[in-house]
């Protein structure tokens, strides 16, 4: 079913979409009916860069178990990231 | 029935007067046949939803489906504008129902219209078929797997809103051919039922289908959960329906 849930979070960051290199401002994860992956439903996320139009979009389409390993190497990545790296952000 | 037909891209004023991209197509000969609203889906406005255009239009009726993402993402490819979409939080409901008024009335003042004119929609569509045969006057609607129609989504940040609209069933304007599958989560064939004594209740004409071993989007080609043989039978009733009732 189209489940709408969706979640709608503000980033800050640069992805290469379909008309290049973008900076990007928004991302929507849901976990609904893909495009493309051969189910019928998948973790989806768009990363969004509404200023730019919908071409401006990075768009994947993941198994649950995927997005699950994805989310926690990016934590882990992080998580193992020397402390001062972040000192430009001021985190 | 295999007839040549017509199709193109168009435009027509929808709500507000904005101007709404739509893809039309018609029978190649003249006559005066119903005509059909076909509701694309929350995939957004695809090749699978052109194709079910044309196969109205070989069937002799004029069929029309509007881009409802036209105002967000003019040009866009149906996924990337379905992504802006769900992200802005969907189509609101009063705009959808005055986009389907402008796309209705551009049926029946068709050169080929007889007047009579149906909805049907699939997934969200569904739904939007149901809220089209409650808010305008109709011919026919069928809602093919349509979610949130007897229960609403939960009022939490994030979620697309969709209420409930057994409250509005007292105006359906006419038959409704329902077409659900027996695996499918939302509807479930409990939803299904209570969809079914609301309009008993109401004194509604409805004819009802839940497929075994089918589940949501069963009818849907372009998807693994495709059903052939609940496919086929689904749209045999469809033309059925359309014939008794558009005619």
Known sequence: MCTYETQRINIEGSAKTRIGWSPVT??????????????GHALLVDILSPENGPAAR????????????????????????????FAEYEL | MTEDLLADTITFEGANGDLLEAYFAEPLKP?????????????????????????FAANGYLAICPNLYSREAPGASADDASATVRALGGVPDDRFVEDARQALNFLTTHKSSNGKVACIGFCSGGRQSVLAACSLQLDAAVDCYGGFVVSSTPDEPGRVQRMSLLSRLTNLSCPLLGLFGADDKRPSPDETEILKTALEEHNKEFEFHTYEGAGHAFLATDRPSYRPEAANDAWTRIMIFFSRLLS
């Open chain 1, 26 to 39: 928004d991302a929507s994860i849901y976990f609904d009916h893909p495009v493309h992956f051969g189910h």
């Open chain 1, 58 to 85: 990075v768009a994947f389409e993941l198994h649950p178990e995927s997005a699950r390993r994805l989310a926690e190497a990016i934590l882990s990545t992080l998580e193992n990231t020397p402390r001062e790296l």
């Open chain 2, 31 to 55: 006559e005066s046949v119903g005509g059909v609203l076909v509701i694309h889906h929350l995939p957004g406005y695809d090749e699978a939803t052109k194709e079910i255009v044309r196969r």
